[in-house]
């Protein structure tokens, strides 16, 4: 039973959370500086969206995205016009909605390292004559690399736990879009306990290990 189980669900699954993740890091950083700089009611506002995801189903944001995402959608209209192939059902899709579903993930730590920075120090790199780029690889980096260290775990770790947003985007296509987590259905649901005990102990490990290295690192920074 064994000799026909596919790993590719797994591979699959490192990609789309590896691109995610990237991803992640980049638009997170400007928006979490954004959100840490602003107050009011419009910063509450704007913290609810990018939380949302904490709290919907993962079915409903999965069928807003396939409805802005497919062929007929606003966002799909536009990527084919361009010539690109469709984005549902397709890896593109999946890191796209995993980008949204994960949002929170990376900006909530982030904009809480920025917010427990301050001020002051860019302030004072500022009056020094340093720009914006010295002065986020030389103050906002180092100052908040546990924050980064956080959020790029937390983003990883959730996005390779995703089910239904990646089910309701991409289908379960071998090879494909299907991922570990929906591979681990589809066995459990054709009565292949075998193959899904296996899959279901490769990701506890992977877990496990990936969750060690992020706490020993983190007593290393925070000495």
């Known amino acids: 039973m064994l000799a026909d189980l596919s790993l590719q669900p797994l591979w699959i699954t490192l990609q789309v959370a590896l691109y995610t993740t990237l991803i992640l890091m980049v638009i997170g ?4 500086l954004w959100l840490a ?9 704007f913290e609810a969206l990018i939380a949302l995801p904490l ?4 079915t409903v944001l999965g069928f807003y995205l396939l409805l802005i995402l497919s062929p007929d959608g606003a966002l799909g209209q536009v990527w084919q016009a361009f010539g ?22 990376a900006v909530q730590p982030l904009m809480s390292g920025f917010e427990l920075l301050g001020k002051r120090p860019l302030e004072a790199a500022s009056a020094l ?8 690889f030389s103050i906002i980096l180092p100052l908040t690399r546990r924050h980064y260290l956080v959020a790029f775990t937390l983003a990883f770790a959730h996005t390779m736990g995703e089910f239904g947003v990646i089910l309701m985007i991409g289908g379960n ?16 649901e054709a009565m292949e306990y075998t193959q899904a005990h296996v899959l279901s102990a490769i990701l ?8 060690s290295i992020v706490y020993g690192l983190n007593r290393k920074l925070s000495r």
């Not at 107050?39 to 506002?45: F, T, W």
């Not at 991922?179 to 066995?187: G, L």
């Open 29 to 32: 950083t400007p928006l979490a």
């Open 37 to 45: 700089r602003i107050k009011g009611k419009k910063k509450a506002v």
């Open 55 to 58: 709290v919907l189903p993962p």
């Open 84 to 105: 690109f192939a469709p984005l549902t059902f397709s890896m593109t899709g999946l890191v796209i909605g995993s980008v949204i579903y994960s949002l929170p993930f």
């Open 129 to 136: 004559g340093a720009k914006p780029i010295d002065r986020f």
């Open 173 to 188: 296509i071998p090879g494909a879009t299907q991922v570990a987590s929906i591979a681990i259905y589809s066995h459990v």
């Open 204 to 211: 506890l490990v992977m877990s496990f290990v990936v969750l």
